[in-house]
């Protein structure tokens, strides 16, 4: 079982920057597979980033590339999202989720924490 807890987000001009983290509990951070996915209002939930357990495999989806970039200390037990050039359409909540196993790009992730909002104005 781990908790993930969410922080970072706000409101911030478009082009600006924001890092997102992610607190797990336990001793077994680095056991899991982490992900950063989305859900802005009256859209469905999608992937935004993922990492390996021990940090050496990363996945982006495609339109956040060069703009996100995803990490992880696991002395640390937490996982960030650094995200620049944002733009209005990255308005959502941001959702991170562990995972058993290898990293996947899907949403069938184990564990999610409760969200934090980003909202980045034009």
């Known amino acids: 079982q781990v908790q993930l807890v969410e922080s970072g987000g706000g409101l911030v001009q478009a082009g600006g920057s924001l890092r997102l983290s992610c607190a797990a509990s336990?001793?077994?951070?680095?056991?899991?597979?982490m992900g950063w996915f989305r859900q802005a209002p009256g859209k469905e939930r999608e992937f935004v980033a993922a990492?390996?357990?021990?940090?050496?495999?990363?996945y982006y989806a495609e339109s956040r590339k060069g703009r996100f970039t995803i990490s992880r200390d696991n002395a640390k037990n937490t996982v960030y999202l650094q995200m620049s050039s944002l733009k209005p359409e990255d308005t959502a909540v941001y959702y991170c989720?562990?995972?058993?196993?290898?990293?996947?790009?899907?949403?069938?992730?184990?564990?999610w924490g409760q969200g934090t909002q980003v909202t980045v104005s034009s």
């Open positions: 989720a562990a995972k058993v196993g290898e990293v996947t790009t899907d949403g069938l992730y184990d564990y």
């Open positions: 336990g001793r077994t951070f680095s056991s899991y597979a």
């Open positions: 990492i390996s357990r021990r940090g050496s495999i990363t």
